[in-house]
């Protein structure tokens, strides 16, 4: 059975505090890793990896994966009270079966 | 914005009762997703669809079955609601298979 597991499962900080958000997998066939962001409503996408090694950035946000140790790593710099949402991980797998297997996610809370 | 309508937003039932959910895409994605968000569980896929009249089983597809006749438009039943059904639900589309899937608004359906 696909597992996706992210730690911690809430987190709070301080505005301008750095944070990292940890993602593990253990699945068949991997294809890919993908990060998003929930606030109140739906889930909005941020990140897809397919690659170790490879940083994906997007303004204060970054990524990388780690395809031998299994692991992803979303950090957010600089943190704003913006920032305070569920982080969720998912992971496609298998062969011919395009289906996300989502982590229970990281809820983080920035503080003024 | 991805162009996913979901309907209705919110709903109360009663047990027993049955449920129709709408999912309604503009962008003639092939794949579309129903997936269902609980606290302690995170996102778990319902039912998947990979083409008109071409469904296949999520992982908690008990108690669910969806339908898919025309390109646009994804429907999920409850045949009969149960308390543990409720949930919110997320109506999510692809274009292609193992890419980013982008999520409707979501549906609260409480059943009482």
């Known amino acids: 059975e696909d597992k996706v597991v992210q730690s911690p499962l809430s987190l709070v900080v301080h505005e301008g505090d750095t944070v990292t958000l940890n993602c593990s997998y253990e699945v068949t066939n991997f294809r890919s890793l993908l990060w998003y962001k929930q606030e109140k409503k739906a889930p909005t996408f941020l990140f897809m990896l397919?690659?170790?090694?490879i940083e994906k950035k997007s303004g204060r946000l970054s990524s990388i994966l780690d395809k031998k140790e299994l692991f992803s790593i979303l950090n957010i710099t600089a943190t704003q009270t913006g920032d305070s949402a569920i982080y969720l991980c998912?992971?496609?797998?298998?062969?011919?079966?395009?289906?996300?297997?989502f982590g229970k996610g990281t809820k983080l809370s920035v503080i003024p | 914005d991805a162009g996913i309508t979901q309907s209705p937003r919110h709903k109360v039932t009663e047990t027993g009762t049955p449920v129709t959910l709408r999912c309604h895409q503009t962008e003639n994605h092939r794949y579309m997703y129903w997936y269902r968000q609980d606290p302690g569980h995170g996102l778990r896929l319902i039912h998947y669809?990979?083409?008109?009249?071409?469904?296949d089983k999520g992982e908690v597809s008990d108690g669910y079955s969806v339908s898919r006749s025309k390109t646009e438009d994804f429907l999920l039943t409850l045949e009969s609601a149960t308390s543990s059904q409720t949930s919110v639900y997320f109506c999510?589309?692809?274009?292609?298979?193992?890419?980013?899937?982008?999520f409707g608004e979501g549906s609260w359906l409480t059943v009482v």
């Open positions: 397919t690659s170790s090694g």
């Open positions: 998912a992971v496609y797998s298998g062969a011919g079966s395009y289906q996300l297997t």
């Open positions: 999510a589309i692809s274009g292609t298979g193992g890419n980013t899937i982008y």
């Open positions: 669809s990979y083409g008109v009249k071409d469904t």
